[in-house]
Every structure is written in structure tokens, then in C-alpha cells.
């Protein structure tokens, strides 16, 4: 909590108050999804099971379709993005399709669902709850 308020109070001296404000601003933007490329962080993180196990999921891609892709600036590409983090964004979709055994080969993801699930039943974060007696 020192180092916390240490470093708010350096960056308040050295940037003004307005560098917290843009800091606070875009943490709250990215927390409370006013549009869906802000939601990603919470509709990819969600806790689903493997339907051939049971096991937990804990990231998960959207793909609905290359103008989506497009306006998340691919990071929409989540799953992609876990199994290969060196690769850069842009070239995540290329990486879909040339390993179709491993992702979705469809791109009908309807994100009003999507989020209507994320926000209207939350989960635990990425599988925390995995392990814990129910």
C-alpha cells in the first residue's frame, strides 16, 4: 500500500493530477464495458467446462467474424493468444486457421449472448474456484 500510494504521489508530481485521472478513467472504462471490445476482458476470462471432462476452461476465444476481429484488434483471438503469447496480434487469425484442430472453425459467436452471459451470471475468474469443494 506504501509503494501504492508512493508511486501515485511521484507520478502526481511529475505529470500533475491529470495522469491519475487518465489512470482511473481507463480502469474504470476497461472494468465497466460501456462498448464490447471492453468486455473482452471478462468474456474471455469466464470458468466453462470441457463438455468431454468436466475439467475447467479458463479462457476462452470470441470469434464473430473478421470486422470483430478488426475493431478488438484481435484480441478477440484469446485462446490463440494463451497458447502462443510471443506471436503478435495481427497474426493470431492466421494462426486459427492453419491449426483448425485446435480452435473453432466457425465464426458465428453472437456477442450480445456472449456478454449477456458474462455480466448476467458471473463466474469465478480463469478457473479460481478449480479445486474448491462444492
Known amino acids: 500500500c506504501r509503494c501504492a500510494v508512493l508511486l501515485r504521489a511521484a507520478l502526481w508530481a511529475v505529470a500533475g493530477f491529470k495522469s491519475l485521472l487518465f489512470l482511473y478513467l481507463a480502469e474504470t472504462v476497461w472494468s465497466l464495458p460501456p462498448i464490447p471490445a471492453a468486455a473482452m476482458f471478462v468474456t474471455n476470462h469466464g470458468s466453462a467446462q470441457d463438455p ?5 476452461i479458463p479462457s476462452s476465444s470470441t470469434y464473430a467474424g473478421r470486422w470483430y476481429s478488426l475493431y478488438t484488434l484481435g484480441t478477440n483471438y484469446h485462446c490463440e493468444h494463451h497458447d502462443f503469447p510471443t506471436i503478435p496480434l495481427h497474426k493470431l487469425g492466421q494462426l486459427r486457421k492453419i ?36
Request: aromatic residues 14%; hydrophobic residues 35%.
Open 52 to 56: 468431454s471432462d468436466g475439467s475447467c
Open 99 to 134: 491449426a483448425p484442430e485446435f480452435y473453432k472453425t466457425t465464426s458465428n459467436d453472437n456477442l450480445f449472448r456472449i456478454m449477456k452471459g458474462a455480466f448476467s451470471s458471473p463466474d469465478f475468474y480463469a478457473c479460481m474456484d478449480a479445486g474448491l469443494a462444492g
